[in-house]
């Protein structure tokens, strides 16, 4: 319960962050001013400059939405197209074995390789990353899915079903789905946390978001040569990456253990 709760508090804080950032932020980041650069922490600039005088605190803000917006739109296409293969792969046939062989060779590339792979084909960009992270993705839920939809078709309420008449699709969205819903909502959380840090690598390597968009990837590449001169402009988005990372991956293990006790 208690990982539930931090990481819920951390989600949250997180999100609060990013809504806040896309109607207000201490200053514009699209705004250089040299002559301000590397100045310390102080009551215009709590956070201190970049190298190029832009506000860090307002880059950390602006940098969440972006993160926020990049896993949760890429998860709600590998969930939405997953789910869908997944349902049909559970009723077997030929839909089974497609998805089955397609998941082998998507699953045989790491992650993050895969994306990268894509973003690099389509062009460096925000929504580039968005259906990258997305794709690799949808063989996660689909697999899921159909494990899941597999076991729950040998039970007695679905045989039931089929007997007042139910043809197998209306059985998948009127009992299979509804009983997949928690299982679904617990890997999204975990997926999330990953697509965070995959966001976070593409812009390190120059093909997630562009400038002007914030991204703390790209503001930890801008940093990393500034390392040992201004430590704190890699260290504080950073740990903005692990925290909403570690945020999700509590909330995923909390729901986990709330809905499955025995796990």
């Known amino acids: 319960m208690m990982r539930l709760?931090?990481?819920?508090?951390?989600?949250?804080g997180l999100l609060a962050l990013a809504a806040l950032s896309l109607v207000w932020s201490p200053h514009d980041v699209t705004v250089f001013n040299i002559p301000g650069r590397f100045s310390g922490s102080s009551q215009s600039h709590w956070l201190g400059t970049d190298q190029y005088g832009r506000d860090v605190l307002s880059m950390i803000l602006n940098g969440a939405a972006t993160a926020v917006f990049v896993a949760i739109a890429a998860i709600a296409i590998g969930m939405t197209?997953?789910?869908?293969?997944g349902l049909a792969a559970a009723l077997g046939g030929w839909k089974d074995s497609v998805l089955t062989r397609v998941n082998d060779v998507i699953f045989s590339f790491p992650g993050v390789l895969v994306a990268v792979l894509l973003t690099a084909s389509l062009g460096p960009?925000?929504?580039?990353?968005?259906?990258?992270?997305?794709v690799f993705n949808i063989p996660v839920f689909g697999q899921l899915t159909r494990s899941a939809a597999r076991s729950l078709w040998q039970r007695d309420f679905i045989l039931s079903a089929r007997a007042v008449g139910k043809g197998p699709w209306r059985i998948s969205f009127d009992h299979i789905l509804p009983n997949l819903i928690s299982l679904i909502a617990v890997q999204a959380s975990i997926q999330i946390s990953l697509a965070i840090a995959a966001e976070a690598a593409l812009s390190y390597i120059g093909l997630g978001a562009q400038p002007p968009t914030a991204s703390w990837g790209r503001m930890l590449a801008e940093s990393q040569t500034l390392f040992a001169f201004r430590p704190a402009l890699m260290i504080y988005p950073g740990a903005a990456i692990a925290l909403a990372v570690l945020g999700f991956s509590l909330l995923g293990d909390g729901l986990r253990t709330l809905l499955d006790p025995a796990k």
Do not use: N, Q
């Open 81 to 85: 197209i997953g789910v869908a293969l």
């Open 5 to 12: 709760i931090f990481g819920g508090f951390i989600v949250i």
């Open 125 to 134: 960009g925000l929504l580039t990353a968005v259906l990258a992270i997305g």
